[in-house]
């Protein structure tokens, strides 16, 4: 199987700015639940408010987790005016952000 | 259930200081999944290299994703002799690092 044609896991991590409220946070939160419902590339979506069992956040409270069908299928939702759309509405509220994309591994 | 007793998800990302090689990653990877496979409480791992697909990976290079049976679990693991050896190993490596625990929703 080509590379690119394999699953790509995209994750997203956020850290909200200061002041963002619960409400506005959920309202995100559930357009973005809409939005990947639209998106038939992805085969699956997850997302978490972080625990902080561990002290190691940085401050990153939430986390959007996404599986592409393929590394093409990421690049066009990027690409999508549904993304933009997403991005946004996030773009003002984020303090700082990190996406990861990566082909999932058991093993070395 | 108590919320305490489900599943959660425990991800860290690291940014290796620039210079550490590509072996010595390959090492430590595989440290990481021998160290998971000794963890009965463990449900799930898989690791991967970011892919740059978009640039917006603040320098984050590898992700390791676990899936544990409870918040105890993770708790129990982070105690572990099994993670300080992990945990040294990497250390001296890693320029930066975020961890996040969520007990995952798929929808809000």
Redesign the interface.
């Known amino acids: 199987m080509e590379e690119s044609k394999r699953e790509?896991?995209?994750?997203l991590?956020i850290k909200f700015k200061e002041g963002v409220t619960e409400e506005k946070i959920?309202e995100c939160?559930?357009q973005f639940?809409k939005t990947v419902d639209l998106i038939p590339s992805i085969m699956d979506?997850?997302?978490?408010?972080?625990?902080?069992?561990?002290n190691?956040?940085?401050g990153?409270t939430h986390?959007f987790?996404l599986t592409f069908e393929s590394?093409e299928a990421?690049?066009a939702y990027?690409s999508s005016p549904l993304h933009s759309e997403i991005a946004s509405l996030l773009e003002p509220l984020m303090e700082?952000?990190?996406?990861?994309?990566?082909?999932?591994?058991?093993?070395?």
């Open positions: 790509v896991n995209h994750r991590l959920e939160i559930k639940c979506f997850q997302w978490g408010k972080g625990m902080g069992i561990v190691l956040n940085q990153f986390i987790e590394a990421v690049v990027i700082k952000f990190v996406v990861i994309d990566f082909q999932p591994q058991k093993l070395y």
